[in-house]
C-alpha cells in the first residue's frame, strides 16, 4: 500500500535559519504530492502541491519537489520567520490521501 | 467565505455515552472524508464518502458510524465511545477523489473520553 515517510521532529530554528524536513513516499501508482501545514489550535492547510514528477511546488517562501528517482518530497525554506511555527504534515494523494506523522517546528526570535 | 465547519470543537464525555460531531461544508464539494490525529501517527482516515448516500471505511473504521443524507453534511457517529477514541479529528471536503484535488479541512473535534 502507499505510505509516506518524514523526519521526525520537533525541529527547532532561529529566524533567519534554513529549513529542510525529508519526506520520501512508496506508492504504487502515480500520485500527487502535498505538503499541508497545521498552526497551532487550527486544521490542516494546504502549503503547496506537486502532481507530477519533476514538479516544483511553492507558495510563502517554501518550496519542494516531486523527485520520481528517489521517491522524495522534501520540503525547503530558505530563512523561516517566528510565525513558520508549526506543524508540517506530506501527504500523497493516489485517489485516498496518506499522511505522514507530522513534524512540528518551531522558530525562536 | 469558503468553509468546513465541525461542532463541536472541544467535548469532554464519558465511556458509552452516544454523541455526534458534525461537519458541513459551503463548496458544494462531493467528496467529504473524517480523520483522526494521534501524536506520532499522522492522520488517519476514517470514513469517507464520494456523494451523497455513498459511504465507506477508511483506515480506521471500528468504532465509528457516518451518514451523507444531504450533499453539505457528513455527520460522525460515536455510538459507545471508548477511551481509545480520544483524539483529534477533522473533517475534510474536496471537489473529488482525484489525485491532485487538495482537501479542505475543518478546525478540528477535540474528544475526551473518560
Redesign the interface.
Known sequence: GNSVTQMEGPVTLSEEAFLTINCTYTATGYPSLFWYVQYPGEGLQLLLKATKADDKGSNKGFEATYRKETTSFHLEKGSVQVSDSAVYFCALNDYKLSFGAGTTVTVRA | EAQ?TQNPRYLITVTGKKLTVTCSQNMNHEYM?W?RQDP??????IY?SMNVEVTDK?DVPEGYKVSRKEKRNFPLILESPSPNQTSLY?C?SSSG???????H????TRLSIL
Open positions: 468546513v472524508s480523520y506520532g501517527l499522522g492522520l488517519r482516515q469517507y477508511g477533522f475534510a477523489p482525484n489525485s491532485n484535488q487538495p482537501q479541512f475543518g478546525d478540528g
